[in-house]
Nanobody
Framework: QVQLVESGGGLVQAGGSLRLSCTASGRTLSRYAMGWFRQAPGKEREFVAGISWSGGSTYYADSVKGRFTISRDNAKNTVYLQMNSLKPEDTALYYC?????????????????WGQGTQVTVSS
């Protein structure tokens, strides 16, 4: 089993930045692809960004390209999501997730473990 814990969420004004972290226990992350998703009230959980086990490949939803950056530090067993130029429509509960197979997955059903989420609220 693996436990994923997100942190770094908060309230920020439009145009501001936040960095989310996802730390794992129970399993080393270095062998697995990871992803970030978000879910706004009344909406489906949607893919935000993903990263390969090595960090050599990253992929993003169109809505965040050029503003968000996913990265990882395998020595710290942690994955990050740097979010810049935040918009009110980025407001959501943000989740990190682990993909055991490493499929460059963008669908939530392809991820095997999830954190509890961290709230990001962007005010206009």
């Amino acid at each position: 089993q693996v436990q994923l814990v997100e942190s770094g969420g908060g309230l920020v004004q439009a145009g501001g930045s936040l960095r989310l972290s996802c730390t794992a226990s129970g399993r080393t992350l270095s062998r697995y692809a990871m992803g970030w998703f978000r879910q706004a009230p009344g909406k489906e959980r949607e893919f935000v960004a993903g990263i390969s086990w090595s960090g050599g490949s990253t992929y993003y939803a169109d809505s965040v390209k050029g503003r968000f950056t996913i990265s990882r530090d395998n020595a710290k067993n942690t994955v990050y999501l740097q979010m810049n130029s935040l918009k009110p429509e980025d407001t959501a509960l943000y989740y990190c997730a682990l993909d055991l197979i490493g499929r460059r997955a963008v669908n939530k059903g392809e991820y095997d473990f999830w954190g509890q989420g961290t709230q990001v609220t962007v005010s206009s």
